[in-house]
C-alpha cells in the first residue's frame, strides 16, 4: 500500500501570478525588463541588472540546455516518494547566459543525461488544472 503523498501545486502571488496563469494555459513566459530587455527569473520587484520597475511577462521558446545536474536518491520528498531516484536540473534557457529553470527528468533519462543536452519545456498536469512547467531532452 502506498502513502505517497501528491506532489506540491503552485501558489502564486502577485509577483509569481501571470507565470503560473500562463503555465496553466502551457505557454511559458518569463519576467522581462522593458527598460533594458533583462530577463529575470524567479520574477523580481525590480530588475536585476538595471533596477527598472518597469517589468512584463513575455513569452520564451522553451529551448535551453542542461547547465547541470544532480541524482536524487532522498525517498522522502513529498508527492516524489515512488519516483526516487530522479534526475534534478538546471536550465540555461537560449534567450540569455545565465537565465536559469529547475526542472526534473525521471531516471530513465539517465543514459541521455550530460551537461549542455539540449532541452525542451514540457508541461506537467499535476490535477485540478495545476500544470508545472518541466523539461526534457530532446
Ligand atoms: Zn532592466
Known amino acids: 500500500m502506498s502513502d505517497a503523498r501528491p506532489k506540491p501545486i503552485p501558489i502564486p502571488d502577485d509577483l509569481t501570478r501571470p507565470f503560473w496563469e500562463a503555465a496553466r494555459e502551457r505557454r511559458l513566459v518569463l519576467q ?3 527598460t533594458c530587455n533583462y530577463y529575470n527569473h524567479p520574477p523580481r520587484h525590480a530588475c536585476d541588472a538595471c533596477l527598472s520597475q ?3 511577462f513575455e513569452p520564451v ?3 535551453g540546455r ?3 545536474f544532480t541524482i536524487m536518491h532522498q525517498r522522502d520528498v513529498p508527492g516524489f516518494e515512488s519516483e526516487a531516484p530522479f534526475i534534478n536540473i538546471v536550465v540555461e534557457l537560449e534567450e540569455q547566459p545565465a ?3 529547475l526542472s526534473n527528468l525521471p531516471i530513465s533519462e ?3 543525461l550530460r551537461i549542455g543536452a539540449p532541452v525542451k519545456v514540457e508541461f506537467e498536469d499535476r490535477g ?3 500544470i508545472v512547467p518541466q523539461f526534457r531532452i530532446c
Do not use: K, P, V
Request: hydrophobic fraction near 35%; charged fraction near 30%.
Open 128 to 130: 485540478n488544472g495545476e
Open 54 to 56: 518597469q517589468l512584463r
Open 32 to 34: 522581462r525588463c522593458a
Open 61 to 63: 521558446s522553451g529551448l
Open 66 to 68: 542542461i547547465h547541470t
Open 110 to 112: 539517465r543514459d541521455r
Open 99 to 101: 537565465l536559469f529553470m
